[in-house]
């Protein structure tokens, strides 16, 4: 594609097309979305009495519990991918990667007490609701963790930014030099002068 | 004794699940350990081709559990694995303590630092556990002399045990710099004894009680996954330096062992 001008054919739209987007902040959204869904579903079930809404609750779940291997799965893949130095943004990734696999231990769990339910044709209790709320905060500091990650830091999805027209680049990669930098050529002496 | 089925799985259906997946991560971090010591002895692809067995066989008994050759070939797997953990068991304790400089005199650094003495004997618990899952499928009501949910309670209470003591004596060497590392040796204690009462005198009771303590440990061995994963990441270049820091870091796959002995211990209570 030419610079910046305006996309005016498929040619361009698949020039443009970039399909190794970082998979991980896509994923998670599988796992967060339906988990909520879950939660609303029987929440709504249990105060209303509808068992469309418990089933629809159920089933959310287990799309929950079985998407949930791969965004922990995308998470590593990213991980791998992902250098970065000691600092306050890789604490932050520490945290998120201790709490990732006990989130989904809590909702296999959680599966396992919801499934026990539907087998047995009944809709969920109050104790189950409380419990599966407890985790939807687990999994909001998680998300909280990865946000951050993600948005403050542009961890994994940093690299895939385009600059937007007449924006200069913001960061880019250091380059090896093969003669040191001049004074005046030096980023601190350019930002004084 | 009436066994329930949960998700139209039978109890010795799940019990094969957790089969595949806890010798799936015995496999991961045997394999991880001996490229380490890149493969210095032949016997060292024993449990990699033994363990990949086992669980194709595992897999093969809950997709198709009434099928006598996949039965029969799951004992004889289990027997494969229970044998060739004792020889491996025998080899990390000669070529891991005994043949080291200083030998015994140096045991508990050779424990510490030395080729992880029981966790080969891990195999031979997952081996006994296919025998018992193979034993179950073809119907029998009695498994090494007691009744299935009795074996199954042992079961768990030794091999817990022995998880217990590895994570104890590794993460003593790490100097519990971690509270966290505390966790192996405070609830899962308590879940063997309680797996002992359990098979000595079951009563709804102590069921009830062993259920809470065996979902416990299973969160226990998935924090543990996380911990260790976080343990890897701590090491210098994290994940992005993956294989080296693997090598170097706490093992990912052990909590695993956590893991599947309280899905074993659950099974035994819920569906036994």
């Known amino acids: 594609m030419e610079g910046d001008a305006p996309i005016t054919t498929y040619r361009q739209v698949l020039s443009v097309a970039k399909l190794s987007a970082p998979l991980h902040p896509i994923s998670v959204h599988f796992t967060v979305a339906l988990l909520v869904t879950s939660v609303i579903c029987d929440g709504m079930s249990f105060v209303f009495d509808v068992p469309s809404l418990s089933e629809a609750g159920w089933w959310t779940l287990v799309g929950c519990c079985l998407s949930t291997p791969l965004t922990l799965l995308t998470g590593l893949v990213s991980r791998m991918h992902l250098p970065m130095q000691e600092s306050v943004a890789r604490s932050f990734l520490r945290a998120h990667m201790a709490l990732g696999p006990l989130v989904f231990g809590l909702l296999l769990v959680m599966t396992l007490w919801r499934a026990a339910r539907w087998e047995e044709g009944q809709t969920v209790t109050l104790l189950y609701l409380v419990a599966v709320i407890g985790v939807s905060l687990v999994m909001t500091l998680q998300g909280y963790l990865g946000g951050e990650l993600a948005y403050r830091y542009g961890a994994d999805v940093k690299e895939s930014y385009r600059e937007l027209p007449g924006h200069p680049p913001q960061d880019q990669r250091p380059v090896l030099l093969s003669r040191p930098l001049a004074r005046s050529e030096r980023p601190e002496e350019r930002s004084t002068s | ?272």
Not at chain 2, 34 to 63: E, K, N, S
Request: charged share 5%; proline share 6%.
């Open chain 2, 1 to 272: 004794m009436t066994s329930a089925v949960f998700l139209e799985l039978g109890p010795f259906q799940w019990l094969a699940i957790i089969l595949a997946m806890g010798t799936g991560v015995l496999f991961f971090d045997a394999l991880v350990g001996h490229y380490r010591h890149r493969f210095g002895y032949r016997l060292q692809y024993a449990p990699l081709a033994v363990g990949t067995l086992v669980i194709l066989a595992a897999v093969l008994a809950a997709a198709r559990p009434s099928v006598t050759w996949v039965i029969t070939a799951l004992e004889m797997c289990g027997w494969g694995a229970a044998v060739t953990g004792l020889v491996g068991f025998g080899y990390h304790w000669y070529y891991g303590i005994v043949k080291k400089p200083a030998g015994l005199a140096w045991f508990l650094h050779y424990l510490m630092y030395g080729a992880p003495l029981l966790f080969p004997l891990m195999l031979t618990s997952m081996g006994l556990l296919a025998v018992i899952v193979a034993a179950g499928l073809s119907g029998a009501r009695m498994v090494f002399g007691a009744p299935m949910p009795t074996a199954l309670c042992l079961f768990v209470a030794v091999v817990l045990l022995g998880s217990i003591l590895q994570a104890g004596i590794l993460h003593y060497r790490g100097a519990f710099n971690n509270p966290a590392m505390y966790l192996p040796l405070s609830i899962p204690v308590v879940t063997v004894a309680v797996a002992l009462w359990v098979a000595e005198s079951p009563s709804a009771a102590n069921e009830t009680v062993f259920a809470i303590l065996l979902w416990s440990t299973l969160l226990i061995g998935f924090t543990g996954f996380g911990m260790h994963l976080r343990g890897i990441d701590r090491q210098m270049g994290g994940l992005y330096v993956a294989l080296f820091n693997l090598m170097q870091g706490p093992p990912q796959g052990v909590p695993g062992i956590f893991v599947a002995l309280a899905g074993v211990g659950l099974v035994a209570v819920y569906l036994l």
